[in-house]
């Protein structure tokens, strides 16, 4: 059983460039979530999908800010015209929508930094 | 208002110890679960251990404990034996309407553990 996978892990990019990331979620589970880290804070929440259903929606998530779940498998997370104050770990998460408890699983997250 | 705050930035302390890492919580919501994440330095936050707002035992996962304390509204981790891998930072997080489908971890700002030998 692998656990969550993201790819890239390390993303350096020019201000002003596009940038996706992927998420690859445990098998079989049917949700899947994206944060934020920034330096010295917890994880802020960005989105969630329950299948390829994009159920919730932080207001972190600016209008330059997309993501998919096409078919309900992996995730992108794009990041149009990127600004300096988008440096930051981006994680995935997902679950199993068994029982209220519905831990949610990590993955090690991608680092993008914005020059 | 916080809704999560971990006070202590950073903990020592020395292997085969226990440690007791604080959080408390801020929520007029009757229904909620309360989780702790270690974040070693690779990045990935490892799930440690849950405790639901109605559950009437303190929950346990091996050498974790969680005191959970309903009406100070307080969530603390206890590492029993601590062990030289148990550095990391560590994160109290919260999701509220547990029963209303809501699915957003809010999370404290975290408290570095430092274990020595």
């Known amino acids: 059983d692998t656990g969550v996978s993201q790819n890239p892990r390390h993303k350096i990019t020019k201000r002003g460039q596009n940038v996706t990331f992927r998420c690859d979620p445990i098998s079989e589970h049917n949700r899947l979530y994206w944060y934020r880290q920034t330096l010295g804070q917890g994880p802020e929440f960005l989105t969630y999908f329950q299948n390829e259903a994009q159920l919730e929606k932080s207001r972190l998530l600016s209008d330059r800010f997309s993501a998919e779940r096409p078919k309900g498998s992996f995730s992108t997370l794009e990041i149009q015209r990127t600004e300096q104050g988008d440096s930051a770990m981006y994680l995935c998460?997902?679950?199993?929508?068994?029982?209220?408890?519905?831990?949610?699983?990590f993955g090690a997250g991608t680092r993008l930094s914005v020059l | 208002a916080q809704k999560i705050t971990q006070t202590q930035p950073g903990m020592f302390v020395q292997e085969k110890e226990a440690v007791t890492l604080d959080c408390t919580y801020d929520t007029s919501d009757p229904s909620y679960g309360l989780f702790w994440y270690k974040q070693p330095s690779s990045g990935e936050m490892i799930f440690l251990i849950y405790q639901g707002s109605y559950d009437q035992q303190n929950a346990t996962e091996g050498r974790y404990s969680l005191n959970f304390q309903k009406a100070r509204k307080s969530a603390n981790l206890v590492i029993s034996a601590s062990q030289l891998g148990d550095s990391a930072m560590y994160f109290c997080a919260m999701r509220e309407g547990m029963n209303t489908g809501f699915q957003k971890l809010v999370f404290g700002t975290g408290t570095r553990l430092l274990v020595s030998p």
């Open positions: 998460a997902s679950s199993l929508s068994l029982g209220l408890k519905n831990i949610q699983y």
